[in-house]
């Protein structure tokens, strides 16, 4: 039985060689495939490469890269020598990579290309332990006009591989000394708090969510899925390591509409992972899309997605895939559904004929589900998704748990819950320690076979964090149904406490906000105020399909925020979801509100995962929230 990801790989390619590991574009933008077998073959001569370098047992590897198949290769050609990458991505700022390679004393470090060798290169009088950069990259640059350095040795991807290309027992012989608990990789949260922390995540922690996963999806071998996320981040990473696992394809992407969009349909996968902010943006494609439809077809439209979402909850009641927060009885729940279900169904048929087929397709012809995972899948698109056919998988978990803790499964979905991933324990806790019950809200605890070892040479946090009987504090807020699924009610730490002592979560508010088709972002703020009061981010393009539908003139896009019709217009969408007929308490009404005239950036106010970094938003728009309580 194999004990780390490359001895994994060994019996994928024993077993299934023959199979496309990787499909990666060229310069013309078309598909080439890799067989394991030739993966493989480049990972040992890479691996090979990197030990006559001097790369050893448990040595930490820099690897700055965005997601591409060298990624991939370089990552189990690191693991394959028992060493651990340190990974990040090319958008990451260069005091963040200062900060890793310098807390890690990375000897050798990968970059993705010559800008972000050009980038860590500025950082060398910070890095006194950086002995070589290696480019992966290096398709549009003469070997002239790639950087230098004095103090550092630069090599590419080629090179390194050419170097290695005769030794492929040594690396074998490495890979068969693997153990479970040998550090595979130390990743550096995002700061959505603070500083960074480097996780420590072993060969087991990976190994245990691929023995664990395929009892709640029923993968099968040879599937081909659409790579589009950062694969720094441990949510897509456990992705590529479950597609090797199955023996199927990687299939690179872009996070970009019309790029996904194009290779959903070339590529033809039966699965893409995704964050929520990207699933929000498809919906806002197709709604954007209809609104250059004809009246008639516009209303069609609208009609069979409230119809297909209103059978997907009568079908939810009549199967009993209600959460259960408080305890229902089933006889009721299902005499409340099954007229409905009966009235409705020939309009999800029909919508499903006229329109919702169509949208479909756009995702391929063996789609079977997304996978969405790097926060909580807001209720909207969920439900959109579901009414027009598409089965969203909505998932859980930290950098802290390689990342999963829970998984919709794909058998039972019940919305707006996650059930717990197998043979891991989950307990939900007060403020006193005592478990809570159903319904009743508290904080997150896990254990099981995928938490970390640790943070790098922080044993304090790892303490603060993670308890001597293997318990993971998550910080993350949940609730309890009566059947054993849980639900994410936000962050202990985002929690806003009133003057008056009312706790508030801002995520589920915030969450809400984005339902608006005129909201791309908000985030909520109070913090010991009086009253809550929130930071909008307007779509602007539908703000303008709004102004030119009323009548309304305007000189720019610029002024739109000065507007007062759009104060007036995003001031009733607020009242309208933040209200008490959708379930919000008084003092969880949004008071005030101010337009700001940017959208949020990655590195500015958003995480690599598009999560909203409330330190730096506080810190941005001091001013402007300030003056919301003044």
Known sequence: MYQTLPQLLQHIVTTYGANEAQLSKDDNGTFLPTTYHEFYDEVLRLASGLAQLGVTREEPVGLISDNRKEWLVADMAILALGAADVPRGRDAMPYELQFILKVTECRTCFAENAEQAKKILELTKELPHLQRLIIIDTTHHTRAELPSSDTVQILTYEQVMAQGKAQPQQIEEEIAQGKEDDIATIIFTSGTTGEPKGVMLTHRNFLFQLEQLPQVIPFAKGERWLSVLPVWHSFERILQYVIVSQASTIAYSKPIGKIMLVDLQRVNPAWMGSVPRIWEAVKAGIYQNVKGKSPIARGLFHFFVWAGAHHAKALNLVTNRVPQFS?????????????????????????????????????????????????????????????????????????????????????????????????????????????????????????????????????????????????????DIGVWTHRGEFAIRGRAKDTIVLSGGENIEPVPIEGRLRESEYIEQAVIVGQDKKYLAALIVPDTKQLEFYLKDNGIPYMARAELTELPEVHELLQAEINELVSAKNGFKSYERINRFTILKSPFEVGRELSAKQEVMRHKIAQRYEKEIAALFS
């Open 327 to 475: 305890r229902r009885w089933y006889p009721i729940d299902f005499v409340l559904g099954i007229l409905p279900l009966i009235l409705l169904t020939p309009f999800k048929f029909l919508g499903n004929v006229l329109i919702f087929k169509t949208i479909r397709k756009k995702f391929g012809t063996q789609f079977r589900a997304g996978v969405s995972g790097g926060g909580s899948l807001p209720s909207s698109v969920d439900n959109f998704f579901k009414a027009i056919g598409i089965t969203l998988l909505d998932g859980y978990g930290l950098t802290e748990t390689a990342p999963v803790i829970g998984l919709r499964k794909i058998s039972h979905q019940v919305p707006g819950t996650v059930a717990p991933l197998p043979n891991t324990e989950i307990k939900i806790i007060d403020e006193q320690g005592n478990q809570v019950k159903p319904g009743e809200k508290g904080v997150i605890w896990a254990r099981g076979g995928q938490v970390m070892a640790g943070y790098y040479k922080r044993p304090d946090l790892t303490k603060a964090i993670m308890d001597e009987q293997g318990w993971l504090n998550t910080g």
